[in-house]
């Protein structure tokens, strides 16, 4: 199933430390000859400050050659700057972290900022010292380290570009170190910094020479939806947060422009959020997969694979034949996928459900063998299947289980005409409201281009 891994379509959206985490999924997973995975890894891990790991990954490649060195003079030349740095960020530290210069401290950068010239001598230029060294620190692969000085250097900023890019840096040093919680906090508050102004790209994006802010901010957002994945299929409300991110208006219109790919994400996360916490079926996602569905036909020309084509043989074409074989080759892309591999049961179980819910709306009358062996179970486990699906959704009081016969009849009364139009409808105020404010957005002259922000990786 190498043909729909999607691990070389995000490299180009993920910081070049994000990758090595993906890069060792492939290793594990095998689904790529492990010399050539090596070699990428080398590649990556050359071009840090991470010596030691580098030539780890040279003699793997190359046990039988001596390591080049050059190694030995940038692990020197490492070193020295790292100190130079740590001492001219110390000197900054140890005035902000004085607990009565913290006291001191307002909402007020600029205030700030005077305050810790008259008191303190620190200047914008020393505080800009926080920076380069949080970014040699990530660089060479401290992320618990550098996610404290770009933090501090942050509130103490008042240059956009830079924060911004502080941001992207503490946001990556919180993936990698694992603080979920912490993660989801800079993903949020970096969503807002970019829908509030239009920022460039990370400048570990590749260079380009459009100078439209629209252009910039949908990058962006690209960059951002694709940082995301980490944090929410780690967070234990990750999938719950993703739908109510990704079909947004904004980003939803950002997936379908710049990264349909995204689709297998947004449509996983809708199978593995089925149930609310309360195990109700959850109406807010019975939405969300009628949209999504309905974004997967538009987009269909330009990206599908078998977890997208399952939703549309279900909801679409309602061939349930079609839609168990997209299932089979969904369960094997879901299990070799970095971000979802450890949700395969679950999605898998969820999967059996719409499509057992799907196949029970659309007939009055059901053979539970027929059933069963749709959905791969046993006679047996497909009647306890039955009977759980029919206490947990809402067709309870309609249907019936006649053991003799070994099927279940379906009594349901036709949909009143006004209900029908209440869900044709629904959302259209909100939609039309929407469509709005971006033509009246559109009428307005456009913002002078932002400045690049620095860099977080050492280049």
């Known amino acids: 199933m190498a ?29 790529f000859p492990a010399e050539q995975v090596h070699a990428a890894q080398y590649e990556l891990a050359k071009e840090t400050n991470m010596v030691d790991y580098a030539v780890s990954l040279f003699q793997q ?18 070193v020295s700057t790292n100190e130079q740095l740590q001492q001219e960020a110390q000197a900054v530290l140890d005035v902000i972290e004085n607990p009565d210069v913290a006291q001191s401290l307002r909402q007020d950068k600029n205030q700030n900022l005077q305050f810790l010239k008259d008191n303190y001598n620190v200047t914008l230029e020393q505080i800009t010292a926080l920076y380069n060294f949080g970014k040699f620190q990530y660089s060479y692969g401290n992320y618990s380290g550098a996610a404290d000085y770009l933090y501090h250097f942050r509130i103490l900023s008042t240059d956009p570009d830079l924060t911004i890019s502080a941001h992207w840096g503490k946001l990556a040093c919180d993936i990698l170190t694992g603080k979920w919680e912490v993660a989801l906090e800079e993903l949020n508050s970096l969503r807002e910094a970019i ?3 239009a920022p460039s790209m990370p400048q570990f994006a590749a260079p380009s020479s459009h100078t439209d802010p629209a252009l910039s901010q949908l990058h962006s957002r690209t960059w951002l939806l694709h940082w995301s994945l980490f944090v929410y299929f780690n967070h234990p409300q990750g999938r719950t947060l993703l739908l109510e991110t990704f079909l947004s208006p904004t980003y939803l219109n950002t997936i379908q422009t710049s990264s349909p790919w995204i689709l297998r994400y947004l449509a996983t996360a809708a199978v593995l959020s089925r149930k609310t916490a309360s195990g109700a079926l959850s109406a807010r996602v019975r939405h969300s997969i009628r949209e999504i569905v309905k974004v997967i036909q538009m987009e269909e020309y330009q990206y599908q694979d078998p977890v997208t084509q399952f939703l549309k043989e279900l909801y679409v074409e309602f061939d349930f034949e079609a839609a168990q074989r997209e299932l089979s080759k969904a369960e094997t892309i879901v299990a070799n996928d970095f971000f979802l591999g450890e949700f395969k049961d679950e999605f898998m179980d969820n999967a059996r459900y719409f ?10 009358r059901i053979d539970i063998g027929d059933l069963s062996e749709r959905l791969n179970l046993s006679p047996d486990e497909g009647e306890k299947w039955i009977v759980n699906l029919i206490r947990e959704t809402r067709m309870g009081a309609d249907a019936k289980i006649d053991l ?26 909100f939609r039309t ?15 002078p281009e932002a400045a690049q922000p620095a860099v977080v990786e050492a280049q």
């Open 3 to 31: 043909d729909y891994d999607l691990t070389k379509t995000i490299i180009p959206y993920c910081d070049r430390h994000l990758v090595f985490p993906l890069l060792n999924h492939l290793a594990e997973s095998e689904l």
């Open 61 to 78: 490649l190359h046990p039988d050659d001596e390591v080049p060195q050059e190694f030995a003079g940038k692990r020197e030349k490492a």
């Open 195 to 197: 829908d509030s102004r």
């Open 355 to 364: 499509i057992s819910e799907a196949y029970c709306r659309i007939h009055q």
């Open 404 to 429: 003799e016969k070994n099927v279940i009849e379906i009594h349901r009364p036709p949909l009143p005409i006004y209900q029908s139009v209440i869900e044709k409808t629904r959302g259209l105020a």
């Open 433 to 447: 409201q929407a469509l709005g404010a971006a033509m009246s957005r559109t009428q307005q002259p456009l913002a």
